[in-house]
């Protein structure tokens, strides 16, 4: 059974620091990885993954897909506030129609 | 552009009632269709997707279904709510054959009490 775990489940952080959060996946047949976060109500799409493209960035965030050991981090630097959210990772395998979700990481920026 | 809508934003139902949860997708055809469910600050747990109409696949067993009537309509149902149902239901949709990334709608969130 296709697997995704979240870590930290939880990180309270100071406005300015960096973090990273982390993401495990055993899955058969990998194709891609996603990260996206939710604030309130709908998760939105951040980065996505593959075997073609294992280093994404935009702005403050950053991603990296490490096929040799399973996993993938995402990294914001400088945070802000409005960087509070839930963050979830999701892996699709090859002929599957649909994205398996880890847990989440809910993180919290004070100011 | 395409959008998704899913109604209603919040539901208060007692335990044995039925629910009915629609979501529409516009500015597409032939979506890959899909509900998820989101225990209180958790992840996404897949319960249903459909890639065509009248097909349904189920992911766990429960006392919830899913049709697809048309193209770009998908429902969840219930004929009786259980306590545990209580959660925040999302609506998603991808272009086939492959789903990603998946666009949300803004979700449900249902209280069975």
């Known amino acids: 059974e296709d697997k995704v775990v979240q870590s930290p489940l939880s990180l309270v952080v100071h406005e300015g620091d960096t973090v990273t959060l982390n993401c495990s996946y055993e899955?058969?047949?990998?194709?891609?990885l996603l990260w996206y976060k939710q604030e309130k109500k709908a998760p939105t799409f951040l980065f996505m993954l593959t075997s073609s493209g294992i280093e994404k960035k935009s702005g403050r965030l950053s991603s990296i897909l490490d096929k040799k050991e399973l996993s993938s981090i995402l990294n914001i630097t400088a945070t802000q506030t409005g960087d509070s959210a839930i963050y979830l990772c999701a892996v699709e395998a090859r002929g599957a129609q649909k994205l398996v979700f880890g847990q989440g990481t809910r993180l919290t920026i004070n100011p | 552009s395409q959008t998704i809508h899913q109604w209603p934003a919040t539901l208060v139902q007692p335990v044995g009632s039925p629910l009915s949860l629609e979501c529409t997708v516009e500015?597409?055809?032939?979506?890959?269709l899909y509900w998820y469910r989101q225990a209180a600050g958790r992840g996404l747990q897949l319960l249903f997707y459909s890639v065509g109409i009248g097909q349904i696949s189920s992911e766990v067993p429960q006392n919830l279904s899913a049709s697809r009537p048309q193209d770009r309509q998908f429902i969840l149902s219930s004929k009786k709510l259980l306590l545990s149902d209580s959660g925040f239901y999302l609506c998603?949709?991808?272009?086939?054959?492959?789903?990603?990334?998946?666009?949300f709608g803004n979700g449900t969130r249902l209280t069975v009490t």
């Open positions: 998603a949709w991808s272009p086939g054959p492959y789903n990603s990334p998946l666009h």
């Open positions: 500015g597409t055809s032939n979506p890959n």
């Open positions: 899955v058969t047949n990998f194709r891609s």
